[in-house]
């Protein structure tokens, strides 16, 4: 996918964060991007600081409910008649002792961050068929790297990083390529947190905008599936 301009993006949870950041990168190179997340009037909101309603779409969508992803995919297809990239981005994070951590908690996690991505993914594969398209997700180093009260994160990024390596290889012969990206510290609203000044030291989101311009622009024979990328110099306290 050597030229960007007027390919169709859709990236989950694209109201704020990663996906805002990787949204505005891609609209940047001329790509028309949609973006989702549970609330249209917040997704609205976003998507009116990113462009016009020639390059972005605003979507309501719970990646927790796969009739909601079909839809999404339905009204990106419907306006645009195409989708050659898809960033399972959507995710939530509840930190807790393992003894502590309720139901409700563990449950949300699992919903939006594993089985989200495997709607994402099912809802849009046809599409990223015919495009011989491009579907990355947003893992974590948490993926890798297991942490106290990390115990349902770990759960669904290590769940996200072998998920995406699988459908890889199953995808691959229709010439879909698949990566996961795994940051670790985004400056974002992750976990309650207000980006400010003291997160400088951190990943900000265009940087991750700018790795995915950077794989979308791989040549075609070549596939990088498993990215971590961290901050270069970790907090200074
Ligand atoms: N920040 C970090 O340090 C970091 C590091 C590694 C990986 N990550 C991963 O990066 C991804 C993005 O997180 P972020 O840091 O950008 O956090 P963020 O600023 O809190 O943004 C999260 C996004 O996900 C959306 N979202 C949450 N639940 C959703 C659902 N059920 N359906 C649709 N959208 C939903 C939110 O939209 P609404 O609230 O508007 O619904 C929002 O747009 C997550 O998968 C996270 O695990 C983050």
């Known amino acids: ?12 949870g694209g109201s704020k964060g990663i996906g805002f950041g990787v949204a505005q990168r891609l609209i940047g190179a001329g790509m028309k991007v949609a973006i989702s997340g549970r609330t249209l009037k917040t997704v609205e909101k976003a998507a009116e600081y990113l462009g016009d309603e020639n390059n972005v779409l605003a979507l309501a969508s719970d990646v927790t409910q796969h009739e909601d992803e079909k ?7 419907d306006k645009w008649g195409q989708l050659d990239v898809v960033l399972a981005n959507a995710g939530v994070g509840n930190f807790a002792p393992v ?6 908690q563990w449950h949300q996690m699992i919903d939006t961050n594993l089985n989200g991505v495997f709607h994402t993914l ?9 495009s011989k398209g491009y579907y990355i997700t947003l893992a ?43 940051p670790g510290s985004v400056a974002t609203h992750f976990n309650n947190n207000k980006p400010s000044e003291k997160d400088a030291w951190k990943i900000q989101p265009e940087d991750i905008g700018e790795l995915v311009i950077d794989l979308l622009k791989m040549h075609p024979r070549t596939l990088p599936s498993k990215i971590e990328v961290r901050p270069t110099r970790p907090d200074k306290k």
């Open 1 to 12: 996918m050597t030229e960007l301009k007027n390919k169709v993006a859709y990236i989950t």
């Open 71 to 77: 839809e999404a995919i339905q009204q990106i297809l």
């Open 99 to 104: 003894d502590e951590m309720s139901d409700e």
């Open 122 to 130: 099912k809802a849009s594969v046809v599409a990223l068929k015919k």
């Open 140 to 182: 974590s180093l948490a993926g890798t790297n297991f942490f106290a009260q990390g115990a349902g994160y770990n759960a669904t990024k290590f769940g996200v990083v072998g998920f995406t390596q699988a459908a890889m290889l199953d995808l691959r012969k229709y010439d879909i390529k698949v990566s996961t990206i795994m």
